[in-house]
């Protein structure tokens, strides 16, 4: 495990395992880690070595110094790529490859956009980023939705009652629910969920650019999704896959809830 410390953003944790050769930087989903992708222990890690990051109020990263006010406007794309230029700083530039699950997508997408001529493999799992989620897009960028959601992180009642909804509406299925309800279920979660989305809201990547970039550099493209996503399904990325001249695809018999013991013993048959 290590650090970087990123210029005008803060301090990143980051993980370190796999035994393999090939150097990976990995972004995880909401209310995880940059461990969360040890549990892929026969198919992702003999090939690749790691380093998870932890996104900022998950795990171990910080923020340097930022109001309440910066956090609320998002860290810029610019940004993201600091993560690539103090990792190279340490690690000397190199080739390399990117994974990632659900909103960890948005950081390694725009990675590509930026250092596609460095990448090797792209791995993502239930991937945000691909194109606009509006429920997401309401809370993130809609003036009413922004002040809702405001308003429901300072409630005790409002969040479950929100989420109940949305569960009855089918957006999402127990199994969400439940991990999302885990995530709200106390006032400091509630913030973390609301800061966390909020820094991270105007990282959307350019789809049409990183299909583009994933063709010209030949980037080896695995897409995985789970067959009972209702929140980043494989049909809402059909547009962005059918830009792709050679990806390789998966729809598995899950949920959203795809990094699991399951999904390995899939890859690695």
Request: aromatic share 12%; glycine share 8%.
């Amino acid at each position: 495990m290590g650090y970087l410390q990123l210029p005008g953003l803060g301090k990143v944790h980051f993980h370190e395992y796999g035994t393999g050769n090939k150097p990976l930087l990995a972004f995880h989903g909401y209310g995880m880690t940059g461990k969360q992708f040890h549990v892929l222990e026969q198919s992702i890690l003999p090939q690749y070595h790691i380093y998870g990051f932890d996104h900022f109020f998950h795990g171990d990263s910080k923020l340097d110094g930022w109001t309440e006010k910066q956090i609320l406007a998002g860290m810029s794309k610019n940004m993201v790529r600091s993560y690539m230029q103090e990792w190279f700083n340490i690690y000397g530039e190199q080739r390399i490859s990117v994974m990632a699950y659900s909103i960890g997508a948005n950081l390694a997408l725009i990675l590509v956009e930026e250092y596609a001529h460095l990448i090797d493999d792209i791995i993502l799992m239930a991937p945000d980023g691909l194109s606009v989620y509006k429920s997401l897009h309401f809370i993130l960028h809609n003036p009413l939705g922004r002040a809702l959601f405001s308003w429901a992180t300072k409630s005790k009642w409002l969040a479950p009652f929100i989420l109940k909804t949305v569960k009855k509406t089918g957006l999402i299925d127990e199994s969400l629910y439940q991990i999302a309800y885990n995530e709200i279920d106390t006032e400091q979660k509630r913030l973390d969920t609301y800061y966390t989305l909020n820094l991270i809201r105007l990282l959307k990547p350019d789809a049409a650019a990183v299909a583009a970039l994933i063709n010209q550099h030949k980037i080896k493209c695995l897409l995985i999704f789970g067959r009972h996503d209702h929140l980043f399904p494989k049909s809402a990325a059909m547009p962005f896959i059918g830009m792709l001249d050679d990806a390789e695809v998966h729809e598995v018999t899950l949920g959203h809830w795809l990094v699991i013991k399951a999904l390995d013993e899939y890859l690695a048959k």
